[in-house]
C-alpha cells in the first residue's frame, strides 16, 4: 500500500510559477512509476508527466517546456515544478504511482494507476 498527499497549490496569474509535492508513505516509493495527472472542470482526467524508477520522464505536450517532474527517493517525494502557467493549466492535480516499468508515460500509465493522491486545486488567471 502506498498512502500519497498533494501539496502546493495555489492561485497565481498567468505567466506564474508554482511547485507541487506529493508525499509517499507505505510500500517501497523508488519502485514505482511516479505521475502527475489533472482534471480540470468538464473534462477527463489526463496524464502530464510520469518518471520512472530510474527518472527518465516523459510530457504530455502540453506542458513540455514548462513543467518539470522530479523524485526525491530519499524522502519518498514527488515534484512538479510548473512555470509559465497559462489559464488553460487550471485544474485538480493529482499525484498517481503504479507498479509498472513498461506503461510509464503519460499516455499509457492510467489504467495501470494503483495509488491516488486526494489532489490540490492550482488556479491561474489571466
Known amino acids: 500500500q502506498v498512502q500519497l498527499q498533494e501539496s502546493g497549490g495555489g492561485s497565481v496569474q498567468s505567466g506564474g510559477s508554482l511547485r507541487l509535492s506529493c508525499a509517499a508513505s507505505?510500500?517501497?516509493?523508488?519502485?514505482?512509476?511516479m505521475a502527475w495527472f489533472r482534471q480540470a472542470p468538464g473534462k477527463e482526467r489526463e496524464g502530464i508527466a510520469t518518471?520512472?524508477?530510474?527518472?527518465?520522464?516523459t510530457y504530455a505536450d502540453s506542458v513540455k517546456g514548462r513543467f518539470t517532474i522530479s523524485r526525491d527517493n530519499a524522502k519518498n517525494t514527488l515534484y512538479l515544478q510548473m512555470n509559465s502557467l497559462k489559464p488553460e493549466d487550471t485544474a485538480m492535480y493529482y499525484c498517481?504511482?503504479?507498479?509498472?516499468?513498461?506503461?510509464?508515460?503519460?499516455?499509457?500509465?492510467?489504467?495501470?494507476?494503483?495509488?491516488w493522491g486526494q489532489g490540490t486545486q492550482v488556479t491561474v488567471s489571466s
Open positions: 498517481a504511482a503504479g507498479l509498472t516499468a513498461s506503461y510509464c508515460d503519460y499516455s499509457s500509465l492510467g489504467p495501470r494507476v494503483s495509488y
Open positions: 507505505g510500500s517501497p516509493y523508488s519502485s514505482y512509476c
Open positions: 518518471i520512472n524508477t530510474v527518472s527518465s520522464t
